[in-house]
């Protein structure tokens, strides 16, 4: 198979970015491990600097329909004071399985190839890729990694993250029923960690943590056993998981999760989401900064396909990168250093300034410019 892009992984990053080039006439294919519909660990918040790219692809009507609720305020608890406050814009919260599959689907009636249930194994001149006992091969101008957090080509690539073992965390999320927080979004703070609760779609609520990895000595995966002692830790805690029951078998859980800073192209590969560098989940900001980088390095990739030089290409989209997200991840790392300490949290919730709209101002960029990206790319197709 012969094509113009092909991209490894199919989230919101990848899938975004397949449907704005199929869309402008080039060939791509995007590869996924797993088959679709499939759920994935995330906080499922879907903040309004995304909704202008969704609104282009026609998405969030979709998730509208299907139920998504419109979240509008921020409740940040701690152990002594809770605090309020509304967001500048409305959110939505939408599960991974409905929105994954939505934007996919896009791309493919855009013109891209989906080939979901494919697991590429070697990437270089030639992609390899194996189901089963099944192997096939992709050449493509351009590669472009939205693996994710974590894959198998970020050692490859000998990217330097992926050696760092002291700043790592997991995440673990599962959906219950119950009581949901109506129209807002809660942060809970514990010890070397903390929880987002968010109403998503067929009423249900997404509980989503993160925790450092020391704080998981001794549960070896066993995340029932770490809610517990976190319920046991904090009376907060167990008396909002007391409102819930769980709507899922069994909690999902990340793979490392490292703070550190990456390079948005490696060996020619272009990154997007979190491949290209993670926003701390807190922020609320991930599935926007997958679909922002996808716009972001959309008409990059499209000009080196027309001809322009792969070295000024790379170089532009590393400082368009850098400029647009770095901002924004080194403040996400700020802010989950306060939530992840229950005491400095409640003293700075004591103060009652102007917390949370300093927050969202620093961790996501401005709609207005995102709408203007956007009809920038869509007005000339």
């Known amino acids: 198979m012969e094509v113009d892009v092909a991209i490894i992984g199919a989230g919101p990053a990848g899938s ?8 402008r006439g080039f060939s791509v294919a995007v590869v996924d491990r797993d088959t679709f519909p499939r759920d994935k660990l995330c906080g499922e918040f ?21 139920g998504a609720p419109r979240i509008a305020n921020c409740r940040i608890v701690g152990n002594r004071r809770d605090y309020e406050f509304a967001l500048p814009h409305e959110a939505r919260g939408v599960s991974r399985l409905l929105f994954d599959e939505l934007l996919l689907r896009t791309a493919v009636t855009r013109g891209a190839t989906a080939l979901d249930g494919w697991t590429a194994t070697a990437l270089g001149e030639t992609i390899t890729l194996t189901r089963g006992g099944e192997t096939r091969s992709i050449r493509a101008r351009v590669t472009v990694g939205a693996w994710g957090r974590w894959g198998r080509f ?28 109506r129209d807002a979004i809660e942060l809970f703070s514990f010890r070397n960690g903390y929880l987002g609760v968010n109403e998503i779609e067929g009423g249900r609520t997404n509980i989503c943590g993160l925790v450092a990895a020391d704080r998981l000595t001794g549960h070896k995966g066993r995340w029932d056993a770490f809610v517990d002692e976190l319920r046991d830790d904090e009376p907060v805690l167990d008396a909002m998981y007391a409102r819930y029951a ?5 909690f999902l859980s990340s793979e490392p999760v490292i703070f550190r800073a990456r390079s948005p192209v490696e060996g020619g590969v272009f990154m997007i989401g979190d491949a290209s560098g993670i926003v701390d989940p807190l922020t609320g900001n991930g599935m926007a900064m997958a679909l922002q980088s996808a716009l972001l390095v959309a008409p990059r990739i499209a000009a080196l396909l027309n001809g322009r030089e792969r070295i000024e290409v790379e170089n532009e989209y590393r400082r368009a990168h850098h400029e647009f997200f770095a901002p924004r991840i080194a403040w996400s790392r700020r802010v989950a ?22 927050f969202v101002r620093h961790t996501r960029d401005d709609r207005d410019v995102v709408a203007r990206m956007t009809g920038a790319w869509f007005s000339i197709q």
Request: aromatic fraction near 8%; charged fraction near 25%; hydrophobic fraction near 45%.
């Open 337 to 358: 250093r306060l939530l992840s300490r229950p005491r400095l949290l409640d003293a700075a919730l004591s103060t009652r300034a102007k917390l949370g709209p300093f």
């Open 46 to 66: 879907l903040s309004w600097d995304a909704l202008p790219i969704a609104d282009a692809l026609g998405v969030t009507a979709a998730i509208d329909e299907a």
């Open 246 to 250: 769980p709507a899922q078998e069994s």
């Open 16 to 23: 975004t970015l397949a449907a704005l080039l199929a869309g």
């Open 154 to 181: 970020d050692q490859q690539l000998g990217r330097a993250f992926v050696r760092d073992r002291a700043h790592r965390s997991f995440g673990f999320k599962r959906h219950y029923t119950g009581d949901p927080p």
